[in-house]
């Protein structure tokens, strides 16, 4: 069973600069730094990424997401443009407040803050950050009423707790989650994603496809279904950015199959603590097992 996001890794083609925003506009805090292995590199099908430098950041109180900082190189990327993770979700306090205190940062305003439903319980604005990443900045004014009930941060810029992904076939997609876990899903249902309308020229008022997979702990992953024109996963050289990798906790007593691992990571009992996967989209993820399994799955 999927039980929480842990980490949201993301290219940052200057990296100072973007930890200096993330402090001084999101609040966030540096809790460590390292270096990406040439295996996580090679699983996730960046090899270019091995032995680039990291920043690990995260809210100075509340439930701790990280944002992972990695060392990139200049790149084209437009967010949407292409299918795999596009989106961080983070609880925020003020959405209103925030659009002031971003004008003039290296985050640059798309849309609201808007009502994203009828009921008027969440109110959500999207930025990108300095390297494009795609942020929604969400307030729910009543969690008890939503489908998803994350724990609350007292920041006014908390935690990650949904990620947002893009595929071709969103059935396919909806297919993985339902075959290898025991969470719950809603949808398909259609949906306005203004954003997503943006990127490709859309209406303002078109409706595509969107299902949300809830986690244990009151996280999700939002699947959109993306226009056909969307790129597939590598993006081309020159366009890659944005998201590369997100990180996730899965209790292994709520798997109904064997997970696909690309590359396993082995205890010195010989069990499996986790590991990289591919969705279908091809965009990875990395699990990390709250109990290791033995005998370790063969692949």
């Not at 999927?2 to 100072?16: E, G, H, P, R």
């Given at each position: ?6 980490m949201?890794?993301?290219l ?7 930890q ?6 999101l609040?966030?805090?540096s809790v460590n730094?390292?270096?990406m ?10 090899p270019?990424l ?7 950041m995260?809210p ?5 997401v990280?944002l ?9 990327y437009?967010?949407?443009q292409r299918?795999?993770w ?8 003020d959405?209103?407040l925030?659009?002031?205190?971003l004008d ?14 009828e009921q ?13 990443e795609?942020?929604y900045?969400t ?6 009423k ?17 990620m ?9 997609s909806?297919?993985?989650?339902r ?6 899903v ?9 954003v997503?309308?943006?990127?490709y020229?859309?209406?303002?008022d078109?409706l595509?496809?969107?299902a949300?997979?809830s ?15 969307a790129t597939a996963?590598?993006a081309p050289?020159?366009?890659?950015g944005?998201?590369i990798?997100?990180s ?8 109904k199959a ?5 590359l396993?990571y ?5 069990a499996?603590?986790?590991?990289v996967?591919t ?7 990395e699990?990390?097992?709250?109990t290791?399994?033995?005998?370790a799955?063969t692949h």
């Amino acid at each position: 069973m999927l039980k929480s996001i842990l980490m949201v890794w993301v290219l940052a083609q200057n990296l100072a600069l973007t930890q200096e925003a993330y402090e001084d506009y999101l609040g966030y805090r540096s809790v460590n730094e390292g270096v990406m292995s040439a295996e996580l590199a090679a699983a996730i099908g960046r090899p270019e990424l091995a032995e680039r430098r990291f920043v690990t950041m995260m809210p100075r109180s509340g439930p701790q997401v990280g944002l992972r900082l990695v060392e990139g190189d200049v790149s084209g990327y437009a967010p949407m443009q292409r299918v795999g993770w596009s989106a961080i979700e983070l609880l925020v306090q003020d959405p209103k407040l925030l659009e002031t205190e971003l004008d003039g940062s290296a985050f640059r305003h798309l849309k609201g803050p808007d009502f994203l439903t009828e009921q008027k319980n969440i109110l959500a604005m999207q930025v990108t950050g300095p390297n494009r990443e795609l942020f929604y900045l969400t307030h729910m004014i009543d969690p008890s009423k939503s489908f998803l009930r994350p724990q609350p941060s007292q920041e006014p810029v908390g935690h990650t707790f949904i990620m947002v992904t893009g595929s071709l076939d969103l059935e396919a997609s909806l297919g993985f989650w339902r075959r290898h876990f025991d969470n719950s899903v809603v949808g398909p249902i259609p949906y306005r994603i203004g954003v997503l309308s943006d990127a490709y020229d859309l209406p303002e008022d078109t409706l595509h496809s969107l299902a949300v997979v809830s986690m244990s702990d009151g996280y999700g992953i939002e699947i959109d279904q993306y226009p056909d024109q969307a790129t597939a996963v590598p993006a081309p050289e020159g366009e890659r950015g944005g998201v590369i990798l997100v990180s996730l906790s899965v209790d292994p007593e709520g798997l109904k199959a064997p997970l696909p691992w690309r590359l396993p990571y082995i205890d010195t009992a010989g069990a499996v603590e986790g590991g990289v996967i591919t969705l279908p989209s091809g965009a990875p993820i990395e699990i990390s097992l709250t109990t290791a399994m033995l005998p370790a799955p063969t692949h």
